[in-house]
């Protein structure tokens, strides 16, 4: 290991001491009570919405109501305290949870027991991933996963999860993990329609209009909760139970204990796994420092991506260790616990104690909760996942970006519930596309607008150009996908210049240049030179000359023939060559 990789390294582990501190800047805040009490509230609003979509969304990972609990209890503390926005709600989301339920689906048949330890170990894997990319300050990984792509999966991440939840809507004993492909699963609902439970019916309608009444005419009412009570009061009058209704049942009492994931070591298994965790960890790390940025900007409170990868991590981790399963930040939470007037992460920490609280105390008040309103929960909660018109627009901004959200969309539906090949189709088309686009960059000759001044592309706007001297631009960095071409298109449009003596490159498009890049530069200049044709750089980013000059590409060309300016290296040719050339097409009239 060299001295400066040992440096680096030594730098970087010294500093991981700030990463497991964050909370101290917003700690000695406490001291204020107007700060208290406003964490208070808020975290007590956020715990009447977190305690029922938390089972809501266990239930959707394939998991008992109760993991989502535990789930919203330690990880949403931790997640507060290493965490780098103050207001990002934490805990289990639909997303995430249907990923969940995919990545654990091959061992249902095993019995809940083992699928509770798997989601336990995928947490812990989760967590171990996002914690080293903070560490390792790799928060940039996030944006391999491009917005179309990101738009188009949650999409159709949103219609399965709705559609999931119709047998509760119904009272039907069907649930998608029966079935290899969800298409089957679609059917099976279809066709199973006319042996729905009329209680169940009349329950679920009455959640659904409940929650959206609310949303619309009281958005500033605990809509969730108020449905939970009413309709547990309902199901627990009428004993809905006793009419066909599934409700909730016992939820066992007391809180999660430490408890390392043990499973039978499997390769396959433990690969699948693995897979499955970076995905789910990448998605979900991209809804959370999405909220975070969005609420960072109106806080102007000071956040890292680093430091909410930590956070992430670590309550992942927590959650892997204390029976729950993967966490992430909530939409949905997050906006109520900002607009609710949290201040701090104690905000999170007052959620996480309520939990707790029912956990110990109130589990017995959720026995005649419906089923079917879990599932009412859910739908309302996913169709904020619905937009088309991010992919309307992606279309119309890029074409190729429109291709990658409808795609991407498409494989997820068309391979659910195997959501992974979903998000790798796109993030893999939109990786070929990008570089479909850089390997074809913009390639001109420019000449001289005489009714502005301004150099433009010659064939474009039908200018005269010079037979002696030619001034190419690219935009672009030159790189291995794209040196090729270039050199193409400069040697055709050069052979259709019997008399040229000047080449002139203008860089300023460049702003990267690897090896493959500067050793086609190194090619054209020797075939040039065989020719007697002189080549000259103009407007060389520092970066782009640096690399040029480190690998002998400046000494061999000569240092005089790079310029800050295209004027300038006009100006130095016509010295040159004087009457030899013809630099009329690219000069200011006045100059001429």
Known sequence: MTPYSQNWLFSLIQSWGSFFTPYRTWLGELKNPATIKADLVAGLTVATIAIPQAMAYAQLAGLPAYIGLYASFLPVMVAALFGSSRQLSTGPVALASLMSATAIQPYASLGVEVMMTYAALLALMIGIFRLSLGLLRLGVVVDFLSNPVVIGFTNAAALIIATSQIPKLLGLDIKADQFTYYYEYLWSVTISTGDANQATLIMSAAALYCLFILKRYAPVLPGILITVVLTTLIAWLVQYDAIGGAVLGEIPKGLPSLSFPSIEFNFSHLSSLMVAAMVIGLMGLVEAISISKTIASQTRQPWSVNQELVGQGMANITAGLFQGYVVSGSFSRSAVNFSSGAVTGFASIVTGCLVAVTLLFLTDLLYYLPQATLGAVIIMAVLNLLAINPIKRAWTVERHDGV?????????????????????????????????????????????????????????????????????????????????????????????????????????????????????????????????????????????????????????????????????????????????????????????
Not at 445 to 471: C, F, K, N, W, Y
Not at 559 to 585: C, N, S, V, W
């Open 404 to 592: 990658a959200a409808i795609v991407t969309f498409v494989a997820t539906l068309v391979f659910a519930p195997h959501l992974e090949i979903g998000i790798l189709t796109g993030i893999i088309l939109s990786i070929g596309l990008f570089l479909y686009r850089t390997m074809r960059p913009n390639f001109v000759e420019l000449a001289r607008d005489p009714e502005d001044g301004i150099l433009r592309d010659a064939e474009l706007h039908g200018l005269p150009t010079s037979d002696t001297v030619a001034i190419y631009g690219f935009d672009g960095d030159l790189y291995f996908a794209n040196a090729g071409y270039l050199e193409g298109k400069l040697l055709n449009s050069m052979a259709d210049k019997a008399n040229l003596k000047i080449v002139i490159l203008d860089m300023e498009g460049v702003g990267q240049i690897d090896a493959t890049g500067e050793n086609m530069l190194e090619k054209v200049a020797d075939r040039l030179s065989t020719k007697n044709i002189y080549l000259y750089f103009a407007r060389t980013k520092a970066q782009v000359y640096n690399a040029l000059e480190r690998s002998g590409l400046v000494a061999s060309i000569g240092k005089q023939h790079f310029f800050k300016e295209r004027k300038d290296a006009l100006q130095y040719a016509q010295q040159m060559f004087g009457d030899a050339i013809d630099i009329t097409p690219l000069v200011l009239k006045r100059q001429t």
